[in-house]
């Protein structure tokens, strides 16, 4: 009796204990360094967001992913979906490498009309076009080893197959010739193919995503060029009744506080070629901590990005040990005329509102010396902090731990600059430049301050000025930072802080 008694409770147990662990498929999500609100990896290595398409009520994302190290290593294509831009679900690994190479970064795209016939049954595919590395072709020294691609899906991107033919697009003997973005242009009834080739982009079309025409180039004496041209992206915003296209480039190095980042170009797209508005070089992001990034495909006007929260300069050696590395915040871009000129402007998805516990609110708070998490209780997990002055003058936030290691993220009036400081920030010595402070100008004509910072365990991300002021930076403190203050040289009338915790997004 008593055996099988001891049985039927361990069955019960396993039953339990398989049901839970079905539930939580994510994994436990509990390590140290874990962000709590990012999408990252239940294991393993990841860089930039491929793929990134909406269909049928949901978000794809797809990432360059090597599911045998921590390390970079033969490129798959992992594949994530979020139904709310907020909670994420692991999906089977979609695409491998093969005899044409490693899967290198790349988008996807619904073909509605189903263009490239690839759609049976009247099931609409989703096509995914991306660079084949042919690592044999790097290794011996030739220079046309990187060619475009294309895979398809009938059952709303679970299961890819690759096209036959591939690839679809032949390297012309340019050595870093990678990660189309492709989208429909409307106008020309035609696909758009927006492609990094070395220190330029180059446009194509295709009625069909498989026969494509170089139609222009762009860049070669335009913007920053103190690295190789990457991961680009191209798209309509709308402002004012007017149509302002951007095209999004990933430069690394050559960002403006080292290493990788992405810079922007507002213009005119007419099909065929894009026609800057501006000469000068501008960076979505100022913090060092935001490459790669794009906009998910088929959104209609509403364009969402979402960047690979590192930099080339250490994300191989970064402290963690089970995963490497975490994307940004999902973020939503709009232009606004700043002095007559396009600004792009970022600022973090609504949705993520959702997340939002208890709010603390405080009014013409002093902010000589402010001890918030004092009046809030001590930062446990991640946590959205947004104040707002009528006027501008130096600010510091700090946040620490009792160990005395600390980031600082601030505004100089004197220089009109931002920073953000991880120069004591505890683990930094895996890398020689890591241990810095950051700047970013502060890009706008109004006098107020409006900030929000979200905290996460391992980033902190800035929004100032309406979202046109931006920077994101990761951390790695020994023990969790569990206090916030807020500093200034002056008698700095802030008109009101808020402070809430955000809810994991693994729990
Ligand atoms: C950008 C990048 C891409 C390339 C991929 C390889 O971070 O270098 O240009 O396709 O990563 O993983």
Redesign the pocket.
Known sequence: MKTILTQLVSLAVLLISTGANSQHRTGAYNETHRPQIHFSPEAHWM??PNGMVFYNNTYHLFY?YYPDSTV?GP?HWAHATTKDLVHWQHQPVALYPDSLG?I???SAVVDLNNTSGFGRNGKIPLVAIF?H?EPKGEKAGKNDY?NQSIAYSLDNGTTWTKYADNPVLKNPGIK?F??PKVSWYEPTKKWIMTL?TLDRITFYSSPNLKDWAKESEFGKDFGGHGG?W??PDLFPLEYKGKQVWVLLV?I?PGGPNGG?ATQYFTGQFDGKTFTPFQTDTRWIDYGPDN??GVTWSNTGKRKIFLG?MSN?QYANVVPTEKWRSAMTVPRDLAVEQVGGKYMLRSTPVPELEKLAGKPFTFTNVDAGNYHLTAKTGKLNGPARLRFSAAKMADFSVVLSNDAGEKIVVGYEKKANEYYFDRTSAGKTNFEKDFAKRLIAPRITTQANLDVTLIIDDASVELFADNGLSVMTGIFFPNTPFTNIHIQSPTRFNLKSVKFQPLKSIWR
Request: proline content about 0%.
């Open positions: 860089n930039d360059q970079w490129m490693y290198f970064s790349g660079t590395h990187q870093d990678r990660d990094a190789v990457e991961c990933s690394n990788s490459y790669a690979w080339w």
